[in-house]
């Protein structure tokens, strides 16, 4: 399940719920009762296999 942020408009606090996809998000701050939003996490991408960048997997240079 993912996790997801949620921030409080009035008092500020952030805090973090496991949900599922199909559950709808949360609307009120459990500490205030005052109205929350989801917050956007940047996602870490890893790209596997040779090619992405130059000193990747370097070819050796032959000796002929």
């Known amino acids: 399940m993912p996790l997801y942020v949620y921030k409080c ?3 500020g606090l952030t ?3 496991r949900q599922s996809i ?3 998000p949360l609307t009120t701050c459990p500490e205030c009762q005052g ?3 989801r917050v956007l996490q940047p996602v870490g991408i890893v790209f596997k296999g ?3 960048y130059v000193t990747d997997n370097p070819k050796s240079k032959s000796s002929h």
Request: some cysteine; hydrophobic content about 20%.
């Open 9 to 11: 408009e009035n008092c």
């Open 15 to 17: 805090f973090e719920r």
């Open 22 to 24: 199909k559950d709808k």
């Open 35 to 37: 109205p929350i939003h």
């Open 50 to 52: 040779p090619g992405f």
